[in-house]
């Protein structure tokens, strides 16, 4: 690798839960980290964290849903650091009004442009340099979701994640040839602030038996740690106490 050994990793939706934790983990490990997301006190607050830890870190306000933004984000990031070695896919949304029932077109297409355009524009933008540098990792962060339809989520949600596990295993067809590789990261119930838009928001005791920031950041860094002979394509991660396998009035709503 190039550049003294410096490995650079691109977070987005990092400025808080997923995103955060593992541009939290990555930069333990000694990688580079620019965290992008919508709201810059947040990112500054992850930086500042980092920096704090002895880490590297700094902040790049973004809308992935708006393609050219995301252009510029990595122009910006390739001209200061020379290379983009790692891209986390973590930016994410939900909306209340989520069933059939209640379904509006705005909340689809906002879901539709984060999580799966979004996702999409990020893949894109970064794929030119790491076809150059014959080596890069990306990192999607899916959902259960996106392997087993309930009802809970909603079908935007449901629909958006079900296309990112489509969206990482079609890019590891075509790129595995060019030296890139890419991850769909699909956990269970993680205790998130994404929680406060579901229509039953779980309780505090719920909320402790779930998945934790901390254990995906840690489920980042190990995938992102692997030599690049190693493709990861799929892992499929619950918290031990499953409320998808136990029925209760929270998960029926």
């Keep these: 690798m190039t550049n003294g050994g410096k490995r650079v990793a691109w977070v987005t939706g990092g400025g808080s839960g997923i995103g955060e ?3 939290e983990a990555l930069a333990a490990d000694g990688w580079t980290v620019v965290v992008s997301g919508r709201r810059k ?3 500054d607050a992850v930086v500042a964290k ?7 870190a700094e902040a790049m ?5 708006k393609a050219a933004d995301v252009n510029a984000v990595a122009e910006a990031i390739l001209k200061k650091h020379g290379r983009i070695d790692l891209l986390v896919n973590s930016a994410g949304i939900n909306v209340p009004k989520r069933s059939w029932a209640e379904l509006e077109l705005e909340g689809w297409d906002r879901v539709v442009e984060i999580n799966l355009n979004g ?10 340099a790491m076809r150059s540098q014959n080596d890069g990792s990306i990192i999607n962060i899916c959902s259960w979701a996106g392997r087993h339809v309930s009802k809970m989520p909603g079908p935007a949600y449901t629909t958006t994640k079900h296309a990112v596990q489509a969206l990482t295993h079609s890019f590891n067809m075509d790129e595995c040839v060019n030296g890139l590789r890419a991850c769909c990261l699909s956990p269970g119930e993680v205790a998130t602030p994404i929680l406060k838009l579901r229509p039953v928001v779980p309780s505090e005791a719920e909320q402790a038996t779930m998945l934790q920031p901390e254990d995906l950041g840690r489920t980042i860094a190990f995938v992102a740690s692997l030599p690049p002979r190693v493709c990861v394509n799929e892992i499929l991660i619950s918290p031990t106490w499953n409320r998808g396998f136990i029925q209760t009035p929270a998960n029926r709503d």
Excluded: E, F
């Design 119 to 128: 996702v999409l524009y990020c893949m894109r933008a970064v794929l030119p």
């Design 41 to 43: 006190d947040a990112l």
């Design 50 to 56: 980092i920096g704090k830890s002895g880490g590297q």
């Design 21 to 23: 934790a593992g541009a």
């Design 61 to 65: 306000t973004l809308d992935v849903s």
